[in-house]
């Protein structure tokens, strides 16, 4: 059975940066699919960003594009987020999805694994 499990999340100041972790057990990681999502407090969970299986190609929503980096270590099988010059609006609890077949990549509910989250707070 495939587990998720996110770590990293933290407070930090606005303008510093932090690294979250999404570590995915299967013996087969190098074919999944990896998204990072996030939901705030009374809002609906939305895309942030998403890595192919090859690690090749790389996807941001609009709100977060030059600021956050995913990459992937298929050897440790983990998928990283790197968040730079965050803002108090990227506070939010963070999700890490894991899917081996289609999916829609901003799209939360075609994932087919998911992690607990980890929680993101940014102070102004």
């Known amino acids: 059975q495939v587990q998720v499990a996110e770590s990293g999340g933290r407070l930090v100041q606005a303008g510093g940066s932090l690294r979250l972790s999404c570590a995915v057990s299967?013996?087969?990681?190098?074919?999944?699919?990896v998204g990072w999502f996030r939901q705030a407090p009374g809002k609906e969970r939305e895309f942030v960003a998403h890595?192919?299986?090859?690690?090749?190609?790389?996807y941001y929503s609009e709100s977060v594009r030059g600021r956050f980096t995913i990459s992937r270590d298929n050897a440790m099988n983990t998928v990283y987020l790197e968040m730079n010059n965050v803002k108090p609006e990227d506070t939010a609890v963070y999700y890490c999805?894991?899917?081996?077949?289609?999916?829609?990549?901003?799209?939360?509910?075609?994932?087919?694994?998911w992690g607990q989250g980890t929680q993101v707070t940014v102070s102004s």
């Open positions: 999805a894991a899917s081996s077949g289609p999916i829609i990549y901003h799209k939360w509910d075609t994932y087919h694994h």
């Open positions: 299967t013996r087969t990681f190098s074919i999944f699919r």
């Open positions: 890595i192919t299986a090859s690690g090749n190609d790389a």
